[in-house]
Structures are given as structure tokens and as C-alpha cells.
């Protein structure tokens, strides 16, 4: 690490970081549950810490190259984050990347969509079909699967389209609800068939956003505990430093919508702080997480990290050599280690091996619960029932008229009962917008189950 890098990295440290651990909860939740659902993320024994870095490096270099070759992209937020997504994807994510519709996947949405190399690196190095290497040199072009920001009706394994800063987010607290009401509907006391978390990467302009401020009150209020938001907190806009506009305590602000908050100190180089916080937050059960993860947009980059030099721009054939040189990494353009593919490709065994035992346990759950079966199979067909549309009720120009949210209401409750997917509701307006589908209750943190969103 060069003089420069040091000082960058310097700027990772709290005056007094040695006298606190190197995952920190901003403050200990006043009730928490603490129920381990999973095994604890641990790197794998046969990866070596120079591997795990050789990882690491494929996925900022291909970013790099891919970013150079279109003569545009953003290439800092791959640079910086790649640690923590590699921890993501190659030890704590559930999912099968040649099966990417499997239903009890674990679900990952990059909400800071400007750095799409990040997610078309990953899914390219631990095996999706979907992005292959000339897809990765295809970035940004015409009818290409890898497009400047990620588009699930693109790439197939791209779970949501993100790109307007905060949608992301929002999208991942609607995933992880789903999940929550799928798994209070249909799980059993003997069997869980819907039993998967919501990861997402949000930076500081999702963070600047309204929008991700009402989502994330609301997964706090709902108490999503198998949501995990990690915040790449690199301070860093187009604009430059943050400290220009957006100098809140993020942390301080999620604590009170009711999350669970660690702080990662130094994202870049800590992977067993990563793996820490990643177990933690999925032993908290009762409360949304948010991991803050302080990294260096851009790391590697001699000249240009930590600068909104390297945010949204192509790092240039002679930094690009000198970030090789700096990350010693002595392959060349879009080239990639077999070491790297061998060990990220690790997943597609075991996330078969987590399929196939799904699988099994599905046929076992049919088995003994065949209408909760049926129903839940036709909810993931994406297929309305047959005939649901018979239970529409019908005018005649000679009926007396209503205003058009009453009929908007008889609508919604003649199909509530035929349509087993219907799920809506309205922002605190359901008296005056008559959405209420009067059958069933609220979904609330301990009813999941029920249909209606207040």
C-alpha cells in the first residue's frame, strides 16, 4: 500500500479505534431477539486469505476494464465494495446460479444501481449464464445483457431494476416482506418451505433519498428481521466529498426507525469484521439490519480514491496500470485466475446441494399439506387462477352509478377470496380510498399473514 492509500486508509479510523471492537452496534437494541436461523458466515477452510483477495481483485478489475472499455460507468463503487459482496455471494448468500427462479433463494438487490459492474462481476465469476465474459466487455452497449444499470427483464438473476437512487431499497423491503407474509401463510410447525433473507448494498445518495427513509420506516415498523442492508459509507458524490451536503448520522437515524445497526470500521481489508456483522445481523430477529460498512470509493486506485474522480468516470489507461501495480495484480485486461473461478464457482455446488435438499423437503411438505401446496405452487407460477375474473360483478348502464372508489372497492373484495396473491392497500388512506379488503386483517409485525398494507 502506497503513501497515498495509507493516508486514505487513515481516514477509516476513529481517533480511538483500537478501544472498540471492529464490528461496533451503535447502541444495544432495548429488546432483541436472538435465535440463530443460519449457520455462521465463516470463510470457507479451504480458501486462503490470498485467494479470498485474489477474489476480491477479479471482481474490482473486471469492473476496471469493463468500465475503460465502454469509456464509461462508475467504477469506484465495485472498487470499494467488492469485499463485502464478496463475503455476500461466495459465503453467506443461499442461491443457485443456474437455477436463479429457485424460490427459496436468498434475495440481493444492488440499490446504488450506477455501480451495476459490481453485480455483473459477481454474478459473472460465480457462474449465472446469464453474464459471460463477453457480456462483461459488451458493458453499457446496444442490446447488450449488461446494461448501465441492472434491469431484471435483461439479465436473468438481476432480481429488481434499480438505478433512481432509494428505489433499490424499497424494493428490498418489499421482497423481504414477501417473504415474511409467504412464510407466515404456508410454514408449518414441521416444515419451513419459505425460510430466505433480503440483502441489499445502498451508498450515500440512496441514504440522501426520501423515499428510502419512508421504505426503511416501514420495514422497521413491520420488524423484518430477514432484511440486511449493507451501507457502503464512502462519503463520496459527483459532486465530491459529502460533507458538502449530507452530514447526518445515518446510523443514528435507522436506530430510531426501529433497525438493528452495526458499524463496520474498515470495509476494505476486515473480512472477518464483514463475516461478524453478517452473523449478527442474522441473529436478530425481530428488527431489520443495517450494517454501515466504511470503505474507500475507488480502493486500489493510487491517484483517484477517495475522490469523486473515480464516482462516475473511466480510471484511464495509466491509472488503470498503476491501480494493477498498486493491487499487484499482474494479470491483464479482463483476464481472470482459474484459482478465482474455481473458488467462486464453489456456488453453483452448493447452492444446488440447497436446492435439491428444498426440494426434497417441498415434496415432503406437498405430501402432507396438499391444498397449502397447490396454493403456494400457483402464487410462484405467476399465473392467475382459472375463471378468477367469473367473480366480477357486472352493470348495466341502468344501474344506479357510484363513485368510482366504491366501485373500486366491491372490485377488490369480490376477488380477495379468488385471487390468493392479492395483497395492497393505502398509505393511511384506506378509509377515504376504500381499499380495505374486509375478509382479512392488517399485515403487521406478528400477522403476516394477513392482506392488508396500512
Known sequence: MNATMQKQQARLQAPKAAAHPRVQSVRAPARRSVVPRAAAVEAPTQVSQETVDK??????FLAIDAVNKAKSGHPGLPMGAAPMSYVLFNEAMKYNPK???????????????????????????????????????SFRQWNSRTPGHPE?????????????????I???VGLAAAEAHLAARFNKPDAKVIDHY???????????EGISNEACSLAGHWGLGKLIALYDDNNISIDGHTEISFTEDVAARFEALGWHVQHVKDGNTDFDALRKAVDTAKSVTDKPSLIKVSTLIGYGSPNKADTHDVHGAPLGPDETA??????????????????????????????????????????AYKSKYPKEAEELEGLLSNKLPAGWENALPSYTPEDKGLATRQYSQIMLNALAP????????????APSN??????????????YEERNLR
Open 152 to 168: 431484471n427483464f435483461l439479465t436473468t438473476g438481476v432480481e429488481v431494476t434499480t438505478g433512481p437512487l432509494g428505489q433499490g
Open 322 to 363: 498503476a491501480t494493477r501495480d498498486n493491487l499487484k495484480w499482474p494479470y491483464g485486461e479482463f483476464e481472470v485466475p482459474q484459482e478465482v473461478y474455481d473458488t467462486m464457482r464453489s456456488s453453483v455446488a452448493r447452492g444446488a446441494a440447497a436446492e435439491e435438499e428444498w426440494n426434497a423437503a417441498f415434496a
Open 418 to 429: 379468488v385471487l390468493p396473491g392479492l395483497i395492497g392497500g393505502s398509505a393511511d388512506l
Open 99 to 137: 437455477n436463479p427462479a429457485w424460490a427459496n433463494r436468498d434475495r440481493f438487490v444492488l440499490s446504488a444501481g450506477h455501480g451495476s459492474m459490481l453485480q455483473y462481476s459477481l454474478m459473472h465469476l460465480v457462474g449465472y449464464d446469464s453474464v459471460s465474459m463477453e457480456d462483461i466487455k
Open 434 to 447: 376504500l381499499t380495505l379488503m374486509k375478509m382479512f386483517g392488517d399485515f403487521q409485525k406478528g400477522s
Open 55 to 60: 477474489c476480491v481483485n477479479a471482481i474490482r
Open 198 to 208: 433480503t440483502y441489499c448494498i445502498l451508498g450515500d445518495g440512496c441514504m440522501m
Open 170 to 172: 424499497c424494493n428490498a
